[in-house]
């Protein structure tokens, strides 16, 4: 039987840029009852965390890949975490087919519109080295983000460096 997180001491911000998402995910939360679970909006990298406790861990979907810099947001986390605190973060992989493809159809036809906004595309050796730049650890990673028609039929054909969306990554902060 799973405990709340607030009964094993565990609490949870959530950080979004848009209000409109962090109402959606207000509603998820009371919906299922959490009350653990609070919400802040603000800009990535936030540029004052002053009063925020360190975490052991950060959780980054699909975020750090919209900012200017991939190293300065990866030196944000580093600084969010507590000592052997663990960041799981994930950027758009650079080799799947099916991103190079949507990128060359963005070219010519500016869809789908949020591909204007995403700025990095990388492979787990960049990634790797841009956390360690940061002062963060690599643990691991993985491919993933096959549900496309594209990648589907790819899986079948090819490793999933070719037929996975995204690449997430764990480091740790050194004590």
Request: glycine residues 6%; aromatic residues 8%.
């Amino acid at each position: 039987r799973c405990r709340e997180p607030r009964a094993r001491g565990i609490e949870t911000i959530g950080i979004d840029g848009a209000s409109g998402m962090l109402s959606i995910a207000e509603r998820a939360a009371q919906e299922r009852g959490l009350r653990n679970v609070s919400f802040r909006q603000h800009r990535l990298p936030v540029s004052d965390t002053t009063g925020w406790r360190p975490a052991d861990l950060i959780v980054s979907s699909s975020a750090i890949e919209y900012l200017d810099s991939i190293p300065e947001a990866l030196r944000f986390l580093h600084g969010l975490l507590k000592d052997s605190g663990v960041a799981i973060f994930s950027v758009s992989n650079r080799d799947a087919f099916s991103r190079r493809f949507v990128r060359t159809v963005h070219r010519f036809t500016g869809r789908p519109r949020y591909l204007k906004f995403l700025r990095h595309f990388m492979r787990p050796d960049e990634l790797r080295a841009a956390a360690e730049t940061a002062g963060l650890t690599y643990l691991e990673h993985a491919y993933f983000g096959r549900a496309d028609r594209i990648n589907r039929v790819l899986r079948g054909i090819s490793t999933p460096r070719f037929s996975s969306n995204m690449i997430i990554m764990a480091a740790r902060r050194e004590a």
